[in-house]
Structure formats: C-alpha cells, structure tokens
T-cell receptor, first 112, second 120 residues
Framework: DAKTTQPNSMESNEEEPVHLPCNHS???????IHWYRQLPSQGPEYVIH???SNVNNRMASLAIAEDRKSSTLILHRATLRDAAVYYC?????????????FGTGTRLTVIP | DSGVTQTPKHLITATGQRVTLRCSPR?????VYWYQQSLDQGLQFLIQ???????AKGNILERFSAQQFPDLHSELNLSSLELGDSALYFC???????????????????FGDGTRLSIL
C-alpha cells in the first residue's frame, strides 16, 4: 500500500471546525482513502472513506484533492470526545486481504 | 459499541508461558483480523482469517498462531512469551464486499477494545 504523511499533532478549540490533512503523493488509481481514529483506551474506529469525490457522513467529511495526492478530514464542530489519534490509510481496492497499515497518525487535542 | 468482543480484557503472565486471546466478530462479519499495538511499533497487522481460512499474514511471529472456528469466532495463540510481547492486541471484523472481493476489501473494519497483555 502507498504511504501517507500526516502531522504528528494538532490542536483545536472546542466547537470549532478541524481540518486534518493527509498527503499521499504516490496514491494509485485503485487506492481508497480511509480514515480511522483511536480514542484513548479504545480500539481504532472507522470514520470515513472515499475514492475521488468528497464524502460526508454523520461523523465527518472527507475532502479529496482533484489530483488525489492529498485529502483532508473535516470535523465540523470539534468536541472533547473527538480528542484522538487520527489515521489516514490507503487501501488498494484490488487487494483481497483488506488488512490496514497504520502509520503514526495525527494526535488531535481539543481545548475546552 | 463496535459489536466486536474480545476476552480477556487484561492478561498478566510470565515469560515462557502460552496464552490464548479470544475474539467474537460482529454478527454477519466473515473476516477477522488481529493487530498488535506496542509503544515502539505502533499498530501492526498480524493476520487475517476469512470464513475459517487464513487470508493474509503480516508481521506475525512464528511463536504466534491463530484460527477461526466454524462459528466465526477467532483465537490468537501466543507461546514462549517474551517481555517484548507485552502489548495491546486488537481484533477487528468486516463484512465481505462481494464475489470480486470476498475478503471484504474496503469494507470498514470494526475493532474490539483489545486485550492488554503484560509479561512479567
């Protein structure tokens, strides 16, 4: 799977939007962009995924650059519960294995 | 609640011992994955089973083995334990996507809360 690059840490004020960036300059045409997060003392949690178009769900939005070499996870109103490590992961849709390769992720701190 | 159940939550044992970690996937999920999370290595994929058969292997040591039973629950067996095996072990499950990707490629994985293994 292609690699991703994320900032080690970010801070946000509570109730403000958060934009978490991810660079994936070697992405292939068959790679999906997945985001997971891991809250303290819990297992990772699926957030969202997309291929080319922007995606929205109840947790977040995913904005994908036109050249697909970068993407941004958007939390519209950060809450204290959103404090977690966020992982951006590329998944090749041709792969039959579906295992996830986690990098170091971005640790999001939400300030009350 | 992800629907994935892992037992036990905590396990403390000594070097050289053998332990078994258990995972019950979400209802209807055919794929089970095992991951190890340690402080120095981060989250690493160990092994995947799909409907009872091994599907993919990651950085799994030869001292470790796993299996998935007919009822789809899975067990991860760790033997000849060393201090470095102390870690959080997570199980995840996912649905199949279809006949072209029977292992469920790109289906979200749902993780349990993990088993914390401490080797003394």
């Amino acid at each position: 799977d292609a690699k991703t690059t994320q900032p080690n840490s970010m801070e946000s004020n509570e109730e403000e939007p958060v934009h978490l960036p991810c660079n994936h300059s070697t992405i292939s045409g068959t790679d999906y962009i997945h985001w997971y997060r891991q809250l303290p003392s819990q297992g990772p949690e699926y957030v969202i995924h997309g291929l080319t178009s922007n995606v929205n769900n109840r947790m977040a939005s995913l904005a994908i650059a036109e050249d697909r070499k970068s993407s941004t996870l958007i939390l519209h109103r950060a809450t204290l519960r959103d404090a977690a490590v966020y992982y951006c992961i590329l998944r090749d849709r041709r792969s039959g294995a579906n295992n996830l390769f986690f990098g170091t992720g971005t640790r999001l701190t939400v300030i009350p | 609640d992800s629907g994935v159940t892992q037992t036990p939550k905590h396990l403390i044992t000594a070097t050289g011992q053998r332990v078994t970690l258990r995972c019950s996937p979400r209802s209807g999920d055919l794929s089970v994955y095992w991951y190890q999370q340690s402080l120095d290595q981060g989250l690493q994929f160990l092994i995947q089973y799909y409907n009872g058969e091994e599907r993919a292997k990651g950085n799994i040591l030869e001292r470790f083995s796993a299996q998935q039973f007919p009822d789809l629950h899975s067990e991860l067996n760790l033997s000849s334990l060393e201090l470095g095996d102390s870690a959080l072990y997570f199980c995840a499950s996912s649905k199949k996507e279809g006949q072209l990707n029977p292992a469920g490629s790109n289906q979200p994985q749902h993780f349990g809360d993990g088993t914390r293994l401490s080797i003394l």
